[in-house]
C-alpha cells in the first residue's frame, strides 16, 4: 500500500456512525443514552480532524525528527544533537498528518505534557528509541502510553540508529521484552532501522550492508502504512457492533 483513501474511507464511516446514532436514539435505556451521549460528544472532536494522525514519540534524541525529513522528504525539518524540537510540529504525507513531538523526560516536564495532550488525541503512534533502548524514564513512558492511554495495537516501535549497535535485532529483543511486558515485540510491529542511511548513504563504503539497511528502513515505512489500514477496518468493526 503506497497511497492513502482517508479522506474517501472517513465520509463512509462518517454515515455508517450517524446511521448507529441513529438507531441507538430511540432507546430508552438509560445506559444506553450515555453511550449515545458519549459516543457524539466523541464524534463531535473527531470530525474535526480532517486527516489521519500519526504522532512520533520517543526520548530525546532518538532521531524522531530525522526519520519524519526520510518519510516526507521535507527539508524544513529541523535536525540537531541540540533539543530542537519543543513543540508539536505537523507535517503533511501523502493524506496522513504526521506530528514530531518533542522529547519526553528531556529536563522539561511542560514538552512531556505537550506530548501527552497531543497524543491523546491522534489516530496512531510511532514511539522511537536508539540502539541504546529504553532509558528508565522512557520505558516508563512507554508503559504509560501502553496501557493507561490503552493504545496497545495503535503504536509501532521502532528501533533507530542501528548502525551503531554492535550487536543483531535478535540480541535486543529480549531487553525489549522485559520492558514492554506483558506484551511481545510483534504486538508493536517492532522493527530495526537507521534513519542515517536516508541522508549519508554515499558516505558509507559497504554497499551490501547499506542494502540491507535501507531494506529495513522500508520495512518500517511498511509497518506504519499496515497500521494505518488497521485502524481504518478497527474502526469499522466497531461501528459495526454498534449496530447489531
Known amino acids: ?20 446514532i441513529d438507531i441507538l436514539e430511540i432507546r430508552t435505556e438509560e445506559e444506553i443514552k450515555k453511550l449515545v451521549d458519549d459516543f457524539q460528544d466523541f464524534w463531535q472532536e473527531y470530525q474535526q480532524q480532517k486527516q489521519l494522525s500519526i504522532a512520533f514519540i520517543g526520548q530525546y534524541n532518538a532521531g524522531k525528527s530525522t526519520l519524519i525529513k526520510a518519510l516526507t522528504g521535507d527539508e524544513s525539518v529541523r535536525i540537531s544533537a541540540e533539543i530542537c524540537t519543543d513543540k508539536v510540529t505537523e507535517y503533511a504525507w501523502q493524506d496522513v498528518l504526521l506530528l514530531d513531538t518533542p522529547g519526553i523526560y528531556a529536563g522539561n516536564t511542560e514538552h512531556d505534557d505537550i506530548t501527552l495532550e497531543r497524543i491523546s488525541k491522534c489516530d496512531l503512534l510511532v514511539f522511537v528509541v536508539p540502539n541504546e533502548l529504553f532509558n528508565p524514564q522512557g520505558a516508563a513512558f512507554f508503559q504509560t502510553v501502553a ?33 514492554i511486558e506483558p506484551y511481545y515485540p510483534q504486538q508493536f ?56
Open 1 to 20: 500500500m503506497s497511497s492513502f483513501q482517508f479522506n474517501a474511507k472517513s465520509q463512509k464511516v462518517n454515515q455508517l456512525c450517524q446511521e448507529t
Open 147 to 179: 496501557n493507561q492511554m490503552q493504545r496497545v495495537g495503535q503504536m509501532v516501535l521502532v528501533v533507530n540508529k542501528m548502525s551503531r549497535e554492535s550487536g543483531s535485532p535478535q540480541d535486543l529483543l529480549s531487553t525489549i521484552t522485559q520492558v
Open 189 to 244: 510491529y517492532t522493527c530495526f532501522i537507521d534513519e542515517a542511511i536516508n541522508f549519508y548513504n554515499e558516505e558509507l563504503n559497504d554497499i551490501e550492508n547499506n542494502q540491507q539497511e535501507l531494506r529495513n528502513f522500508d520495512q518500517s515505512k511498511h509497518e506504519i502504512l499496515t497500521q494505518i489500514e488497521n485502524k481504518r477496518q478497527e474502526i469499522k468493526q466497531e461501528i459495526k457492533q454498534l449496530i447489531k
